[in-house]
């Protein structure tokens, strides 16, 4: 598992493995506009500010997920211990 931290509130989610960012998110009350939950459509994607997520979608180009600016938080997970969203 790893966090994710929401840089507006400072408040701090965990996500377990086998459990999505945006299922760990809404359960914990953040709005989060889900869609196609694969990775497909984009409409979840939110801006990270720090650390390095492990990208699973395919939304963004090869190079859009190198940058690390945003994420799908409906299938992409984390590489570092954390992730700090815009959120
Ligand atoms: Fe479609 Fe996340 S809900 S990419």
Redesign the pocket.
């Known amino acids: 598992g790893f966090e994710v931290v929401l840089a507006r509130s400072g408040r701090v989610v965990p996500v377990p493995a086998g459990r999505s960012v945006?299922a760990c998110l809404i359960a914990a009350g953040v709005p989060l506009p889900?869609?196609?939950?694969?990775?497909?459509?984009?409409?979840?994607?939110v801006r990270v500010l720090d650390g390095e997520p492990d990208h699973r979608?395919l939304?963004f180009t090869a190079a859009e997920q190198a940058a690390n600016t945003h994420f799908?938080?409906?299938?992409s997970r984390a590489k570092s211990a954390r992730l700090v969203l815009d959120l």
């Open positions: 945006a889900l869609s196609c939950e694969q990775g497909i459509c984009g409409t979840c994607a979608d939304v799908t938080p409906c299938c």
